[in-house]
């Protein structure tokens, strides 16, 4: 193959004039920094294009698309903006039908760079120089939003009551995420210094995300938390209503056992503490757990299915053991300023810690923040449907929130009578596109030989090596007319990406595509996967090692992966196109490759 | 043997640390030099080489020269042996020691029956210069009555066996293989702690000799110790003794006594604790001076100190010192130079500009956004 020539995975098939059908965006309705969310036009084969299938793998209903454009593109647009960060002005999406593709809009401009990074010092500084008190009132702005809407009773509301609430949550969800790019901003800013630092003194960058490993997170409290209510089932005698039947009558199954009542209380109080989360982010059309706690029952379930627990403290235990020693190691092989500089760049790093809070802020922003909105948008359905404008309540999940507000504004370009007719095309569109999700190409446009937007390496995997497995698979497609991947992987066995975690283990593969599946997974398997969410996390409790086609050092695979003592391969490119579900396979988690064994 | 088995801290000099490990030899030590430490007396790392079995010791041996990979495995191994060595009833002639020895401790404080207690595992390898042990081995805090300690006696010899103080020694070594007598136990009055933290003796940061640095948090000092709140900041002028700078950490959490539990839990910090200081400057002025004659008593080598405020006692009567040792950071590289043979001297002038401080911000504008000319 050339070298030469640019990688192109043509965007031509996705091109759309319209997001969804009938639906034409209105001109400059939002005040965008840089651009909303788009489908594909035919100017986009100029740049690169990630498929998000990290944190949106299964396609955005219309109302979803509203909360898309608040979080990855305004939010990060606006955080980049304010923060002033040197050589990005954040990030933008484009879908392909209803999935959602990334990429970056670089800092052309010399003058501008210099501008940006002038105030980018004045930003950050002083927020890194007490960076607790700063999260502090962060999530405390959070929290008390989620008090107010977590209270309203919205059953006994009016319909305008309602809708003036449905209008709240939406600024708040806005607002949530622009906290959520600003902190990111910052934090990266802080954790690449010492990423770079590292390297300059000769250590390996990659290290210093085990350097800051071993925070407890949310996230690890209800892995805790899930972990004791197996081990509850099981002296209560009610483990096998877990693991056997549909997850519909679970409840009742369990109810009908002797001491089924008393695990059941156990685990509504979970839920009052932990359930306040919905499996993907932005997704308004997902239940949080508290609505539908099906995915922790199967995580009770999946848990019960091993032998023995898991002991979280050991496991934390030996985490910060092994973190400690990996310290000390550095601090040994360093003297004089570099020593200096790098205890301040870890105390730095220890109280601004990117590494914890990248799993962390989920609870409070990614899984949460569009929870009120749902609610309120179920409840203002329910309203309409008795009043016989649309047929059901979910019905509203396939109006655009800009559709939605001129109607319910009574400004009156359009009326229920049209809106309501769109409807089921809409719902076949997403139907579609479900479908097609996990046959799309990993990258779209033009493959770069390197992308200069640190976030993109580091928490997305667009690694040299990513990238240079990408550019070798679309050479080889470049004949066919199928899917990129397809011809590419033919033949492959050994696969190669960033090493994460670790260990080596055989063992034999499952390959889930989507959160969804991920009861599919049985105790001793290596998870295969596009990459993992903090819904995910339960998983590692029973997996032997795990492997991704997106993620670098921070993402949340690796992270988890060191934490649960297991090894872990990222940034692959195309595992999930490569390993086959029951291939027994060997992975190494310090030379960061995978192969195929049989 | 038995009169071996205990000895109170009055007894106990640095000379003793082969046999009530480093931690507890320099508290005797620094009890004898006039400085105000808990009361207390330590079972020996003697006394357990008297009271394993032979076949427990065959199993402890085998068990931990067992080839794991990864913590599973090591975790796995340790839990055996914790539960081996936890199961294993004391002889009644520790027992009995024990028991005078603590009927003598509650007749010296004058509590009587009432008297609580630390009860701290004092490994004999803690201190090596290079790997710092801190906190790697068990502290029960707020202990009392004989049984219970002796419990929890048994629970600290055991707790040498963790999988995390394994990780740590097989990386490090330490006794190899592992032998099941380094590790002693101290029992301590529990200094009813107002506020509690630790003293450097040096910058533990920037390696800088001309300050002394102090953290603390209110109530026990475990918050700080196991590093779970940012606690409040002091640099203190070594010199002059002027307090450099002051900050006061967001303190969520605190150490405190739990009458429900009877033992020491991390709790939230009471409302009007928050943002407050945990100490006047008087304090921390004299916790660093008294830091200054820790180190000078240590041979000049840079210390790691820890202190409490009793609650009812008037200051300075009131400042405790619980333990020191050196400060592994710095001690284990090159400790930074404050002069150049043959140039000339820097003391305690402006740091040189080739020699930067860390700030993350230029530095990511320059190598991570590799802004030009920044």
Redesign the interface.
Known sequence: MSGDSPRVFPVDEFVREELYPGYKQPFGSQPFVAGPVRPFSLADNERYWLRDSLHFSEGMVPASIATLDDAQTWGAQLGAEIVG???TRGSVNRLAGTHVYIGTIDVDT?WQ??AR?AR??QY??PI?A?F??YW?MRAGELQSAYDHFDNLDLHVMSMPEIWTVLKDAYAFHRRAWFIHFEVMYVLT??Y??????AE?IGLSGSQVSSFLSGQQTFYSRTDEELWRLAELARTLDVSSALMTGSPADMRSRIAALPHGTTWLGSFDKFLSEFGQRVEETCRIDTPSWAEDPTPALYSVGAFLSKPTGF?FH??R??????R??QI?AA??A????N???F???L???Q?ANFAWWNEEHNYLIDRRAAIPVRRATLELGTWLASDGEISDPTDLFFLFKAELFDVMSGAGTTSWAELRAMIPDRRAYFEHWRERGPSLPPMLGTIPEVVPD?IMIEVFGLSGQFLETMRGEAGAGAGSSGAPGAAGTAGVTEIRGFPAAK?VVEGVARVITTVGDLHLVEPGEILVCGGTTTEWTPAFGIITACVCDTGGSLTHAAIVSREY?IPCVVGTAIATQVVKTGDRIRVDGQAGTVRVLA | MSQDAVVDLSAIRASDAGRVGPKMARLGQLAADGWQVPDGYAVTATALDGWLPAEARGELARLFTAPAQGHGELTRLAEQARALVESQPLPSWLRDAVAAAHARLESRTGRGAGLRVAVRSSALSEDGQAASFAGQYETYLGVSGVADILLHVRKCWASGFSAHALAYRRRFGGASPVRVHDLAVGVLELVDARSAGVAFTLDPVTGDRGVCVVEGNWGFGESVVSGQVSPDHWTVDRSSGRVLTARTGAKLTWAAFSPDSGRVVLSPLPGDLTGQPCLSEDEVRYICAQAARIEEAAAGVPQDIEWAIARDLPFPDSVFFLQHRPETTWTAGEVPRTETPGTEAHGTEPPDPEEPAFDPVKYALRHVFKVPGS
Do not use: C, K, M
């Open positions: 960060v040197p050589p010399q760079v210099q990074a980018f010092g950050v500084s890194l007490d607790g008190s502090a800013a802080n690449l210094a010492f990423y770079e630092l300059e002991d050991a496991a235990a030996a985490a910060i053991a092994e400690d020693a000390d601090r040994r360093l003297n004089g300023a020593l200096s500089r205890n301040q760049a105390a730095s790093n109280t640190p260990g003592g």
